[in-house]
């Protein structure tokens, strides 16, 4: 898998860091993803899913190596706890 971020979408929110922090961290500048391990191995796959399901703008998506197709923020994700939130639940909620 390969994390791609999309900075003229981010809005700075922080979610991917506050997910993973040894994937994300923020720029100092304008608080946009800065992706630090791009293809993460093992248990870090997950946290990388998870981080792309949770971005409010959508500016994360995995590439899967193998095949080079994306998996965004409107794929599925499975996980044993962390609730869907849909992009327009989001903007309903802002």
């Known amino acids: 898998m390969k994390i791609i971020a999309d900075t003229g979408k981010?809005?700075?929110?922080?979610?991917c860091v506050l997910t993973e922090p040894a994937l994300f961290?923020?720029?100092e500048d304008d608080g946009t993803v800065i992706v630090l391990d791009d293809q993460p191995e093992g248990e870090l796959v997950e946290k990388a899913r998870e981080a792309v399901?949770?971005?409010p703008s959508q500016a994360l998506s995995l590439q899967r190596t193998s095949d080079a197709?994306?998996?965004?923020?409107?794929?599925p994700l499975i996980t044993r706890d962390a609730p869907r939130v849909t992009r327009d639940a989001w903007r309903r909620s802002s």
Not at 10 to 15: E, K, L, R
Not at 69 to 75: F, P
């Open 10 to 15: 981010c809005v700075g929110a922080g979610q």
């Open 25 to 27: 961290d923020q720029s």
């Open 53 to 55: 399901h949770v971005c």
């Open 69 to 75: 197709s994306l998996i965004t923020g409107d794929a």
